[in-house]
């Protein structure tokens, strides 16, 4: 290939610059008020400002007429009243709610937007919002000195993306993924910028492929869309944590998962008969490493079509799934999008006529080549089809099965683009539009579709959703896995700011393959990884057709007992975590976040992707390259317990610690407090026993925090039936108070008290248990 030699940079081959011409929307010629909505009527197109809440304010631009306020796939809460005080000066407008106020000048129309003490957030110069005559829309913003920039969804390369263009349009893969490899499997066209300590965000709600620009100029960035409106949310912060749930209000926030869902996974591309899948299975019942969900990819289908078994390497799929379910461990199918064309298979004759394939405008119904052959492909952009979709997946609910993997739903097509011929005209309920316009959502509506059909299929149990492409707001129907990575440690690498900023886009329960998926893992890798995993939401080891297989025991005794000890370690900590998986269910908060989540006031946390937290108290510092026993730790400040050794590190500095391959280093902030279960068998996952690890902290400390528990597998939480205990831990020179503050909910768990146990207990501490000394054995009393 030439393009893969210096002939790519030939002196020759330089395009002429193309002539680009921004429009301005120009003066402001007319300001009209309706519902609640503040038009400007411009020389060059016309502006919307509506508020959302107090905190959240939209601005639409529409270059041909009255910006559509009526038609997002990712945001359904509709605008709440919010008090706004207007004010129309000589040189413009000031719109005010409690706590953003809009300045608006109409000579130009430019806006800057404020937070309630006067910081800017979000201020056009020179340039403001503007258009071609091709349909691309742009906004450029002040970009100040000391902006960073977050989120963005499924990106390669560091935390920080400022010096980075980015783009959204999802695409599939498969190529190794680096720093440059962008766009990847989603598009959340979000982010946030933190700014001396305060947050705040843009949601550029466009679902064309979209643009982010913080790298072609040194004090302006910009965001642009190919198409459609220039429509986006500003979130006012100024907290980190406070633009996360402002986003989330938004665009929705996970349902909290089945606990099974939380476990270990294991899968292979692909475990290809029933025997092969008990025996592995057998393996890990036998070797007593945890295993809550197996996969089976592609090859259990009868030539790759979707609602089907292959009669002969899966005859009796019933009795395997039942099974394996008796040893504790459930199925997970995989369900591509793409429907085979075959005229005497049922999904894809009652897909023909009944209409429920995607088309062009002429009517032909679109092809395309994936793994069963020439394929259809569902136009999930119209209900019907997405009920008539749901309502397929009873094939796998009558068969035992909860959860479902969709891949490849980009879509992915094996042709030059990678993906549906963007012309492709989709019904999308009545408004029809291309496929350049909806391909990002494709993969959403499909997620969507699959379980919202799951849902109502499973009876009250709760469907768990693994997907590939999404596009923002995909955390209300599945959980994301980062795609095709391989088996290199930059990649274990990369994995951490990838998932920490799918975190800080709202997508809370995220995941890579851990071992890597393409290429050959090797033992030290796999066993890094697998430490690591045992803390990302989601842990599942997956790998590809062709390389060595990477189950935990696949490199001997030595690796294996240390990847049992990790995968065990992700139950002792299952408490803790559903506990997080809740909270992120009710805020939008991750359960994996960056530091500065956490210590937004701390520039040292802001670029830092080596490490991340667990919750608002633990730090991973994970070991990331081969042979290597020590690593850098930068601990903000408080004080931090070693959870291997107890040793107590002070914050504020880094610190080089230890760490034997056996080991991973994990850091508990003094002054607060940890949930833990203990590990049972594959048999019964239930800890039975409970205890809460106390880690004092300096005199008038105080520590606050929920412990959740349910059925972990139904949604009889939403009637009542959930545990909440807030606990309160409060340190003092001479005493360490636990005391249950409130307790909600009427679920009775299988244990009726909490073993507290504190760590680090000076001799002149005694602790109280709800007021009352108690001795050497201290236990929480649940009513
Ligand atoms: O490109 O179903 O990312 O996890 O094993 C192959 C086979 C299609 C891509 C997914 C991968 C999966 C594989 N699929």
């Not at 002539?19 to 060059?44: A, L, M, P, S, W």
């Not at 908060?589 to 108290?617: H, S």
Request: proline share 5%; aromatic share 12%; with cysteine.
């Amino acid at each position: 290939m030439l393009e893969d030699t210096s002939f790519a940079i030939h002196p020759g081959k330089e395009k002429q610059k193309d002539v680009v011409v921004y429009r301005d929307i120009g003066d402001v010629t007319q300001y009209e008020k309706k519902d609640h909505v503040y038009f400007f009527h411009c020389e060059n197109g016309m502006v919307a400002i509506q508020f959302y809440t107090d905190s959240i304010v939209r601005v639409t631009m529409n270059q041909h007429g009255r910006p559509a306020l009526d038609q997002s796939y990712a945001v359904d809460p509709k605008p709440e009243a919010v008090k706004v005080m207007e004010n129309a000066e000589a040189a413009g407008y000031e719109l005010k709610s409690s706590a953003l106020t809009l300045h608006i000048t109409s000579r130009p129309f430019r806006l800057t937007v404020l937070d309630q003490s006067g910081h800017t957030l979000v201020a056009e110069g020179e340039r403001g919002m503007a258009y071609r005559e091709n349909g691309e829309v742009i906004a450029f913003k002040q970009m100040e000195a000391a902006d960073y920039f977050y989120g963005f969804g499924e990106k390669s390369g560091h935390l920080n993306k400022r010096g980075e263009k980015l783009e959204m349009w999802n695409t599939d893969v498969y190529a190794p993924h680096n720093p440059e490899t962008d766009p990847l499997y989603e598009s959340i066209p979000y982010f946030m910028t933190l700014r001396n300590g305060r947050a705040h965000g843009i949601f550029f709600d466009n679902t064309y492929r979209t643009f982010f620009d913080m790298k072609s100029e040194t004090d302006q960035y910009s965001f642009q869309a190919e198409g459609g409106q220039l429509d986006y949310y500003v979130l006012a912060g100024p907290k980190p944590k406070d633009v996360l749930k402002q986003y989330t209000h938004l665009t929705g926030r996970m349902p909290i998962p089945p606990k099974w869902a939380i476990g270990y996974h294991q899968s292979r591309y692909s475990y290809e008969t029933a025997e092969e899948v008990r025996e592995v299975v057998q393996h890990f019942i036998d070797k007593d490493i945890p295993l809550d969900v197996i996969h089976l990819d592609i090859h259990y289908m009868d030539g790759y079509r979707v609602f089907t078994f292959d009669k002969e390497r899966f005859p009796e799929p019933e009795k395997l799934i039942s099974e394996l379910r008796e040893q504790g461990v459930r199925v997970v199918t995989i369900v591509d999008p793409g429907v085979k064309r075959d005229a005497e298979y049922a999904t894809y004759q009652e897909g023909v006529q009944s209409d429920y394939f995607c088309k062009y405008v002429e009517g032909d119904i679109y092809f395309g080549e994936v793994w069963p052959g020439m394929s259809a492909f569902p136009d999930f952009t119209e209900e019907k089809v997405r009920e008539w979709w749901g309502k397929q997946h009873s094939f796998y609910t009558d068969k035992g099965i909860e959860g479902i993997w969709n891949d490849m739903n980009e879509p992915a097509v094996f042709n030059e683009t990678k993906t549906m011929d963007v012309e492709v005209m989709h019904r999308n309920d009545g408004r029809p539009t291309t496929h350049r316009e909806l391909h990002n959502v494709y993969g959403l509506l499909m997620g969507k579709a699959t379980y919202e059909g799951m849902k109502k299929q499973l009876h009250g149990k709760r469907p768990f959703l693994l997907t590939r492409a999404g596009y923002a707001g995909v955390q209300k129907y599945g959980s994301v896995w980062t795609g095709d990575n391989r088996s290199f440690w930059e990649h274990l690498q990369m994995s951490l700011p990838m998932v920490m900023n799918l975190g800080l886009s709202g997508v809370p329960f995220t995941g890579p393959d851990v071992g890597g998926f393409a290429h050959d893992t090797n033992p030290e890798l796999l066993t890094r990884w697998t430490q690591v995993g045992a803390f990302t939401p989601y842990f599942r080891n997956h790998s590809a057709i062709g390389f060595l297989y990477q189950e935990p025991w696949q490199f001997g005794e030595k690796y294996e007992a240390i990847m049992r000890k990790y995968i065990q370690m992700r139950y002792v900590w299952m408490p803790q975590l559903y506990s997080l998986f809740h909270k992120a269910s009710k805020t939008g908060l991750p359960v994996m976040r960056p530091l500065l989540m956490e210590f937004p006031e701390d520039e040292k946390t802001y670029n830092l992707n080596d490490q991340f937290m667990i919750g608002d108290n633990v730090i991973i510092a994970p070991i990331l390259t081969p042979s290597t026993t020590d690593r850098a730790v930068y601990l903000p400040k408080g004080n931090w317990v070693s959870y291997s050794t107890g040793e107590v590190l002070t914050g504020g500095k880094a610190h080089l610690v230890h760490a034997e391959l056996a080991d991973m280093p994990i850091f508990i902030k003094q002054g607060t407090a940890i949930m833990q279960g203990k590990w049972q068998s594959n048999l019964d996952k239930l800890a039975a026993e409970q205890t809460l690890y106390v880690y004092p902290g300096q005199a008038g400390d105080k520590y606050r925090f929920t412990f959740y528990e349910d059925d972990g597998e139904t949604f009889a939480y939403e009637t009542g039936s959930y545990l909440e205990l807030e606990i309160e831990i409060a340190s003092m020179e001479d005493t360490i108070d636990v005391r249950l503050i409130d307790q909600r909910g009427d679920f009775k768990p299988a244990y009726s008290e909490i073993k507290v146990e504190v760590i680090g207990q000076k001799a002149e501490q005694k602790v109280m248990i709800n007021g009352v000394l108690t001795d050497s054995v201290h236990r929480l009393t649940i009513a």
